[in-house]
């Protein structure tokens, strides 16, 4: 599901910089999985985990804070979308919400991530927001390519949380 950069509601709190209503676009993504909230997030809190169910993350590495398991403060680097962005967890309330603000060259966007039980599983909304002058260069071709591949990230996400990620 996506959605376009004026729409009014969203799951995730955006800084005041990020909003949709200033932004490039918004990419919305959800779905709802039988893994439980906390084996959603325990994947999410291991991005040197991403590559292995999310193909559109690679070489990703440490730069500052706790790691493997990501705490807020936590800094990191990787590539996506073939671009090497830089990222930061800025919102971190465990098992239900987590966001990062990421920079990139010419790009700077904030991904959010909400988390809600239901029915023995746990229904997962990703939001992100892109802005700057690169972004409003390929804004035509990345938007509806980030939806699709935000789409596999949830259903690799969806895949590996039935169970919990190895230990660190």
Same mark, same amino acid.
């Given at each position: 599901?996506?959605?376009?950069?004026? +729409?009014?509601?969203?799951?995730?709190?955006?800084?005041?910089?990020?909003?949709?209503?200033?932004?490039?676009?918004?990419?919305?993504?959800?779905?709802?999985?039988?893994? @439980? $909230?906390? %084996?959603?997030?325990?994947?999410?809190?291991?991005?040197?985990?991403? @590559?292995?169910?999310?193909? %559109?993350?690679?070489?990703?590495?440490?730069?500052?804070?706790?790691?493997?398991?990501?705490?807020?403060?936590?800094?990191?680097?990787?590539?996506?979308?073939?671009?090497?962005?830089?990222?930061?967890?800025?919102?971190?309330? @465990?098992?239900?919400?987590?966001?990062?603000?990421?920079?990139?060259?010419?790009?700077?966007?904030?991904?959010?991530?909400?988390?809600?039980?239901?029915?023995?599983?746990?229904?997962?909304?990703?939001?992100?927001? +892109?802005?700057?002058?690169?972004?409003?260069?390929?804004?035509?071709?990345?938007?509806?390519?980030?939806?699709?591949?935000? +789409?596999?990230?949830?259903?690799?996400?969806?895949?590996?949380?039935?169970?919990? @990620?190895?230990? $660190?």
């Amino acid at each position: 599901m996506s959605v376009g950069a004026a +729409q009014a509601e969203t799951a995730v709190r955006f800084p005041e910089e990020h909003r949709p209503e200033v932004s490039s676009f918004l990419a919305r993504n959800e779905i709802t999985t039988e893994a @439980p $909230p906390e %084996n959603v997030w325990a994947w999410l809190m291991r991005p040197d985990l991403w @590559p292995s169910y999310y193909s %559109n993350s690679r070489l990703v590495r440490q730069i500052d804070g706790p790691w493997p398991e990501i705490e807020l403060g936590s800094r990191w680097r990787w590539l996506t979308f073939g671009a090497l962005i830089t990222t930061e967890l800025v919102e971190c309330e @465990p098992h239900s919400r987590l966001a990062w603000s990421a920079k990139g060259i010419g790009a700077r966007g904030h991904h959010g991530w909400v988390l809600e039980p239901r029915d023995g599983g746990t229904h997962i909304v990703t939001e992100e927001t +892109q802005r700057g002058w690169g972004i409003a260069l390929v804004k035509p071709a990345l938007r509806p390519l980030m939806v699709r591949f935000h +789409q596999r990230w949830l259903e690799g996400l969806a895949r590996v949380a039935v169970d919990p @990620p190895p230990s $660190p």
